[in-house]
């Protein structure tokens, strides 16, 4: 049975430990917190007073319970105060030394039988804990910022801590109404060994000016449902922060994808720490401020004057996304040529726009007119030749780029002159499509996310035969849809897959290295990082063959040793666990 704990000490009043120390008080505890000086102390007052602050101005807290809240703690300068605390938790900047020194005269302060816990993010909690005589008794404690809000504590234990202290704090963790999840003691350790290296593969991106901050970032936000882009995300952590976790996960890892991006260093020596500092990728107002203001790097809006008119559209496909194109183009107002392999295939893909439109009225999202308006805008066709007049082609056939180059021959054959043709590839080449044609210059990547009738972002990809006005019409057209566009090169995964995958592939070697199971991987990343999905369910739903194909076509353009799958994805592919569709994946569905 987990022992009753009522007596918190809490060391260092920066964001994150002024953020514990309000949990706990919010829980009814009474806490002592410690800062290194006044300075510090009035610091961390003011972290607190302005958090409960915003609280009572959301009718989170009432006044009288933000005044108890704030009376529950007790500040001081001296360590000695906390001689009668039964844990205490560390959460002072991310230095080895500083951290060793702390726990150090913890140990001669305290009694035997406290539990002392670190917030640090990515250092070793076993090089913590030998700097006191009862490394069994110390932890990991991680909370996720801000502390207030985000559920997930990382419960890090060493291989000497004691069960009974691991489930000491479990317990207490979930009495503070947090979800804690128990892992060893490795840099990162969940949720930042998966989240960094993304993040880092985005700098790495940008620094390549693959595309620009606000694409990644939106690419990320409207592709993947991410409550941040990357960038946004780097710049609330802190530049520096960031640079720190990094170095102690490739010092730890060797893994080349964990080095830190050079901009990082640069941007860090340069002042540019992000929003505590008022500029990191984006420039804000104030220090300290979420609010962004413009710098003049703005990305550049395409020149309307290099616009061509599209007044109709052919999309060629019968699957999914290709029925999902149409139904967007048409409940637009553009006339959509359905061009399909035969006149049985086309009149499935117009039953199935037609279900779809007809479910979009069942749920009040659309007037009968309106859909019966969109379905009239729809011509099935068999022939080529039907695609002769239309301004914009729009290939959504299978993932085999012998099918698509055989598509783009015969497109080259009928469409007119200065047509824009586009395909919706989401990991073959480009450029190898428009290699099929005798105008390569009309030809881009125009790829929309599933379900395209509800997803915002297309992912707009220049080849480097792509003329510029074409770039520019898709773009007008992508916001004539009311889709969100981004822009970048013609090379494997575009953004989104190129930042997803690599994501995705770490967390199969987390759980093949049996450091964590799926269910707490899953956890970590939707509780701690806030995204919608964790990432087994979401290899899941995507499909392990599909996912092991892109991760398979990344590594073989990238040849980076991290791309490279894991080979218990390709175990799982092999024996048929495909994911929801084969009703077993990571997870078993019924």
């Known amino acids: 049975m987990a022992r ?83 844990l205490v938790i560390e959460a002072i900047p991310e230095g080895l030394a500083q951290k060793a020194e702390v726990f150090s005269q913890l140990d001669k302060i305290t009694g035997p039988e406290t539990i002392f816990a670190s917030n640090t993010s990515s250092l070793s909690v076993t090089e913590i804990g030998v700097h006191t005589a009862r490394p069994g008794k110390v932890v990991g404690m991680h909370f996720f910022n801000p502390a207030p809000v985000l559920k997930l504590v990382e ?13 000491d704090v479990v317990e207490f963790a979930g009495k503070l109404g947090k979800t804690p999840v128990v892992i060893g003691d490795r840099a990162g350790f969940i949720a930042n060994a998966l989240l960094f290296g993304y993040l880092n593969h985005a700098v790495r991106m940008y620094e390549q000016r693959y595309a620009s901050r606000e694409d990644l970032d939106a690419a990320m936000r409207f592709g993947c449902g991410y409550p941040m882009g990357p960038l946004a995300l780097l710049d609330l952590i802190g530049l520096d922060t960031a640079f720190q976790i990094l170095e102690t996960m490739y010092r730890q890892s060797r893994n080349r994808l964990h080095a830190p991006a050079p901009l990082l260093k640069q941007m860090i020596t340069a002042g540019l720490l992000g929003r505590k500092s008022g500029r990191g990728f984006y420039t804000y ?53 359905l061009k399909a392999r035969s006149a049985e295939k086309a009149d499935a893909a117009l039953a199935k726009v037609r279900k779809s439109l007809d479910k979009a009225v069942s749920k009040g999202k659309l007037s009968t007119e309106d859909a019966e308006s969109a379905l009239s805008r729809i011509t099935p066709a068999v022939d080529y030749a039907e695609l002769s007049d239309v301004d914009l082609v729009v290939e959504a056939v299978a993932e085999v780029l012998e099918v698509k180059q055989e598509v783009f021959a015969a497109l080259d054959a009928v469409a007119k002159p200065g047509a824009v043709l586009a395909t919706t590839t989401s990991s073959l080449p480009v450029i190898e499509c428009a290699a099929a044609t005798a105008r390569p210059s009309d030809v881009l990547g125009l790829h929309f996310f599933n379900p395209a009738t509800v997803m915002k972002l297309v992912e707009v990809v220049r080849t480097i ?57 899953d956890t970590a990343m939707k509780v701690g990082c806030g995204l919608p999905m964790g990432p087994f369910e979401l290899l899941d739903v995507v499909g392990l063959d599909v996912s092991l194909a892109i991760e398979r076509t990344l590594f073989d353009e990238f040849r980076e040793e991290g791309f490279a799958p894991a080979p218990l994805l390709e175990h799982l592919v092999t024996a048929g666990r495909l994911g929801r569709k084969t009703g077993k994946g990571f997870h078993d569905y019924t």
């Open 155 to 167: 419960i890090v234990r060493t291989v000497v801590t004691e069960p009974d202290v691991v489930t």
């Open 4 to 86: 009753e704990i009522t007596r918190v000490g809490v060391v260092g009043l920066g964001t994150m430990g002024a953020g514990i120390a309000e949990v706990l008080a919010r829980s009814g505890l009474s806490v002592t917190a410690v800062e290194i000086d006044d300075e510090g102390v009035a610091r961390g007052r003011g972290h607190l007073e302005h958090s409960t602050d915003r609280a009572l101005a959301k009718d989170k807290l009432d006044a009288k319970a933000r005044e108890e809240l704030l009376g529950r703690i007790t500040y001081t300068t001296s360590l000695a105060e906390l001689a009668d605390s039964e």
């Open 465 to 521: 035969a792509t003329a510029p006005e074409v770039v520019a019409t898709a773009h007008a057209v992508c916001g004539d849809l009311g889709k969100r566009p981004v822009h970048c090169g013609d090379r494997a995964g575009f953004i989104v897959n190129a930042l997803l995958f690599p994501y995705l592939n770490d967390a199969v070697k987390m759980l093949e290295a049996h450091y964590a199971e799926v269910a707490d991987i």
């Open 285 to 337: 107002d104030a220090p300290d401020s979420p609010t962004v203001v413009a710098d003049g790097l703005e990305v550049s809006t395409e020149d309307s004057d290099a616009v061509r008119a599209v007044r109709s559209v052919g999309v060629i496909g019968t699957g999914t996304m290709a029925t999902g194109i149409v139904e967007v183009f048409a409940k637009r107002g553009y006339p959509v040529v």
